[in-house]
């Protein structure tokens, strides 16, 4: 896998290593999922995996916001954005993977 970011060719290739499915496959399988999540999405569904976190749509309402160089006010649009939450189960794995460093 590459260092720093997981993309979907090292996800692709774990599912090849791990599960044994042809490379074609496994790059179907992962694309697939992440279909799937799209789509839930999308749809304004919640995606929640268990021992991972939740993703799910959230609707900001318009605000006004500052231009930091002049300090103008500049209306910020409404907009939809996509929020995740990880779960106590991998908050507790991050937080005791940081702790043995």
Do not use: W
């Not at 044994?20 to 999922?33: I, K, N």
Request: charge should be positive.
């Amino acid at each position: 896998m590459s260092a720093g970011t997981v993309t979907r060719a090292d996800l692709s290739e774990a599912v090849y290593r791990e599960i044994g499915l042809s490379r074609t496959e496994s790059s179907e399988l992962v694309e697939a999922v992440i279909d799937h999540i799209s789509a839930a999405l999308l749809r304004g569904e919640s995606v929640k995996l268990a021992g991972f976190g939740t993703f799910s749509m959230r609707d900001k309402k318009q605000r006004i916001g500052r231009n930091p160089k002049t300090g103008e006010a500049v209306p910020i649009t409404p907009r939809r954005v996509l929020v995740f939450k990880a779960s106590q189960v991998m908050r507790e794995r991050v937080d005791s993977s940081l702790s043995r460093k």
